[in-house]
């Protein structure tokens, strides 16, 4: 660990994507409005993209290959960068700390394409823009779900030691059948369906891709064991 992560006390990797998060969203404030509103289109996820909509969206038909990741390195303001970077920060570090830096940014792309696909399955013909990093975050805070309450794990009192990180996989059905896991399960799937309804309310502006966020929460809940070093725990 070198002076720069005992300032920070965060994995390398979580500096880096922040960082990089961060400079994205600041060169694109300097961009005149129609180069940013194309650089939103080129690399922002649009399900309709997947219709014959291609055509006349910048990038065509090729931008079905690149559009379900890097939606996740487009944000709409400071505030919506500000919440992902913050619950990446509480919970992806867990994760990294474990994973290391590889199988992290792999797991968040990962969710980030398993995102975009329920999106699109949920409405395929949308033509509205999704951005953001919230199904790649949510992907990473359902892998730390995994571990992080079972005992010993960092939010079950073994945070300020190592070997916290690094407690055997207890598998997806004690992770939930353990009650703390379970509740911040059941109160993350509970306020992302609330956004749900608020944006089918009349009145609603429906900017927040709820389906997206499930999808990449889904993709870490059960995704986990293929990219977690550490493996399971022994049977009991």
Do not use: C, K
Not at 27 to 45: A, D, K, M, N
Not at 60 to 80: I, K, N, V
Not at 131 to 139: E, K, L, P, T
Not at 174 to 199: D, K, M, Q, R, T
Request: hydrophobic fraction near 60%; aromatic fraction near 14%; charge should be neutral.
């Amino acid at each position: 660990m070198d002076q720069r992560e005992r300032i920070f006390n965060l994995p390398r990797v979580i500096v880096w994507v922040a960082g990089i998060l961060f400079a994205i969203h600041l060169v694109r404030g300097f961009l005149p409005y129609q180069s940013g509103v194309t650089v939103l289109i080129l690399f922002g996820f649009i399900p309709a993209r997947f219709g014959e909509a291609a055509a006349f969206l910048p990038g065509g038909e090729a931008a079905r290959l690149w559009t379900p990741l890097t939606y996740a390195l487009l944000h709409a303001d400071w505030m919506h960068l500000g919440v992902n970077l913050l619950w990446m920060l509480s919970f992806g570090s867990a994760v990294a700390r474990r994973f290391g830096a590889v199988r992290f940014l792999g797991l968040s792309a990962v969710a980030a394409i398993a995102g975009a696909f329920a999106q699109y399955v949920a409405m395929p013909g949308d033509e509205t823009l999704v951005i953001g990093a919230s199904a790649a975050v949510s992907g990473v805070t359902a892998a730390a779900a995994r571990f992080a309450f079972a005992p010993g794990g960092p939010l079950a009192g073994g945070w300020g030691r190592g070997e916290g990180f690094l407690i055997p996989d207890p598998g997806l059905r004690a992770s939930l059948l353990n009650p703390y896991a379970a509740f911040f399960i059941l109160v993350w799937f509970a306020i992302n369906l609330l956004f749900g309804v608020e944006s089918i309310v009349p009145g609603a502006d429906g900017l927040i891709a709820w389906q997206a966020h499930i999808g990449g929460f889904l993709a870490g809940l059960f995704l986990f064991p293929l990219f977690d070093p550490v493996g399971r725990a022994a049977p009991r």
